[in-house]
């Protein structure tokens, strides 16, 4: 099955600077890789995802960047507010089955 | 906005007890998911569901766990014989298809004593 490892497990950051979480994958199908937002006592919320075909993604202060070679793809929050302050998780995943990252937890410090 | 809704909220149940997590999934989509989480851990893949079979599974879903979707509507997750181990937050998921973003409900967090 899929080996996912998620880096850094812990991240805080001042207010306004960007953070990275990077998420590392084995298998070589995974063709959809998303990334979720938990919020505390909430289920997963998708904030953005990328597909196999591109290498880059942006939504306003949120960016996803692919490098299948490498197998992983990364997350980045520009211009962090405080409540970006959450765990994150990656998900890559092919066909029916979705695995998660064991996630990071990001602090934003006002 | 169409959302995944899961009841109970919360359940305590006794060890050895069978239970059943509900869900009602967003009604046009066609793949249904559950996890759990433990306390503070990773959300961790138990099972997929795609026209009325499961479709993959993980370890830990044994023969203890099952699903159903027993009238159109629900997709339940039962759990034979509880255990204390499996005290943690079950997350069901629905999706309309492959590679597109999947719905989470809020969550049952199942206390097994």
């Known amino acids: 099955g899929e080996n996912v490892e998620q880096h850094p497990s812990t991240l805080s950051v001042q207010e306004g600077d960007s953070a990275v979480i990077k998420c590392t994958y084995s298998d070589s199908a995974s063709n959809y890789f998303p990334w979720y937002k938990q919020e505390l006592g909430k289920g997963p919320q998708l904030i953005i995802d990328i597909r196999s075909n591109v290498g880059e993604k942006k939504d306003q202060r949120i960016a996803v960047t692919l490098n299948k070679t490498a197998k992983h793809f990364s997350l980045h929050i520009t211009e962090t507010q405080p409540e970006d302050s959450a765990v994150y998780f990656c998900a890559p995943s092919r066909n029916n089955d979705m695995r998660f990252g064991a996630g990071t937890r990001l602090t934003v410090k006002p | 906005e169409p959302e995944v809704t899961q009841t109970p909220s919360h359940q305590v149940t006794q060890m050895g007890q069978e239970v059943i997590l509900r869900c009602v999934p967003i009604s046009n989509h066609l793949y249904f998911y559950w996890y759990r989480q433990i306390l503070g851990q990773k959300v961790e893949f138990l099972v997929s569901?795609?026209?009325?079979?499961?479709?993959?599974k993980s370890e830990i879903f044994d023969d203890q766990f099952s699903v159903e979707r027993p009238d159109g509507s629900n997709f339940t997750l039962k759990i034979r014989s509880t255990k204390l181990e499996d005290s943690a937050m079950y997350f069901c998921?629905?999706?309309?298809?492959?590679?597109?973003?999947?719905?989470f409900g809020q969550g049952t967090r199942l206390t097994v004593v």
């Open positions: 569901f795609y026209n009325n079979e499961i479709s993959e």
């Open positions: 998921a629905s999706r309309d298809e492959q590679g597109t973003e999947a719905f």
